[in-house]
């Protein structure tokens, strides 16, 4: 059942050389006594409610951690420059401020992707399980919104059109040209994923054309312990599009063995 997230919203400040207010959903366990933290981490130019249904099903024996990323939906936009280590100092500063008992699942999608895998790579010890969503070795965006944000117009003027162009985004212009420039295209899986010894359930888009299967699959390859579902007839938001059979996913995945390496594809 949808879930309305607002009552769950709070706001934290996060100190630093780019400090930024970032606008948080902390909810759960609503049932029993838990098992756990959550910490979901959207893609570029969403925002936490795009884990709405993943949240409503975790939440009810988990605590569920969605921030929206600084510069998108509720959180503050800011003139910083909206790169990874930024982005890596802001999970971590949201961590210690609501106090995430450790070790704790990571849920990211797409360019979350890069995030939630570098987190890993770096501080395993942190992090119990991880699932991947529609991300891969190499990252982008959708091709319509990359050529649009490359545009030789003003930003006013692209701003202006985000609303027509580009309607289901959540950032400014200005955020998602530093995020293509400072992250998505200096980030390299190919060196990071192999590090990345954490539990892994992938998740991919049977027709996602963004991050594709394929590329999900090289992940898998790539990653020591990783699992690999392609969930049908879905496109990059397949947790929105056929959010119960991702649920499906996530309950087998959080429920199964510490390992999945033997147990075959997706």
Same mark, same amino acid.
Not at 4 to 18: F, N
Not at 31 to 58: F, S
């Given at each position: 059942?949808?879930? #309305? ?23 759960? @366990? ?7 933290t ?7 130019a969403?925002?936490?409610d *795009? !884990? ?14 969605? @921030?929206?990323?600084?510069?998108? %939906? ?6 910083? $420059? ?7 100092w802001d999970? +971590? *500063?949201?961590?210690? *401020?609501?106090?995430? #008992?450790?070790? =704790?699942i990571?849920?990211?999608h797409?360019? %979350?992707?890069?995030? /939630?895998?570098? =987190?890993a ?12 969503? /529609? +991300?891969?070795?190499a ?42 420039a400072?992250?998505?295209?200096? !980030? ?7 590090r990345v +010894?954490? @539990? &892994? ?5 049977? !027709?996602?054309?963004?991050? &594709?299967? $394929? *590329? /999900?699959?090289? $992940? ?13 007839? &879905? ?10 059979a991702?649920?499906?996913?996530? #309950? ?5 063995p510490?390992? !999945? ?6």
């Amino acid at each position: 059942m949808p879930i #309305d997230l607002s009552p769950y919203r709070k706001e934290i400040q996060v100190a630093g050389t780019a400090p930024v207010r970032l606008s948080v959903v902390d909810i759960g @366990p609503l049932e029993g006594p838990g098992r756990g933290t959550v910490v979901c981490i959207h893609g570029c130019a969403g925002n936490a409610d *795009q !884990w709405g249904p993943q949240i409503a099903h975790l939440a009810r024996d988990h605590r569920v951690i969605a @921030p929206d990323l600084r510069g998108h %939906g509720l959180s503050e936009v800011v003139q910083s $420059s909206y790169s990874l280590e930024e982005f890596l100092w802001d999970i +971590t *500063q949201l961590l210690t *401020q609501l106090s995430v #008992d450790e070790p =704790f699942i990571m849920l990211a999608h797409s360019f %979350g992707g890069p995030v /939630a895998i570098t =987190f890993a790579a770096s501080q395993p010890q942190r992090v119990s399980r991880l699932v991947l969503i /529609a +991300t891969g070795p190499a990252m982008h965006i959708n091709p319509l919104h990359e050529f649009i944000v490359k545009l030789p117009v003003s930003l006013g003027a692209l701003e202006r059109l985000r609303p027509v162009v580009m309607p289901k985004t959540y950032a400014p212009v200005f955020v998602i040209q530093k995020i293509l420039a400072g992250t998505l295209f200096r !980030w390299d899986g190919y060196k990071v994923l192999p590090r990345v +010894t954490t @539990p &892994t359930l992938l998740i991919a888009g049977q !027709w996602d054309f963004i991050a &594709t299967a $394929s *590329q /999900a699959e090289e $992940s898998r390859r790539l990653m020591p312990n990783a699992r690999l579902e392609v969930v049908r007839y &879905t496109r990059h938001l397949p947790h929105l599009e056929r959010p119960d059979a991702v649920n499906r996913l996530l #309950d087998r995945f959080l429920r199964g063995p510490r390992s !999945w390496r033997g147990e075959g594809g997706g």
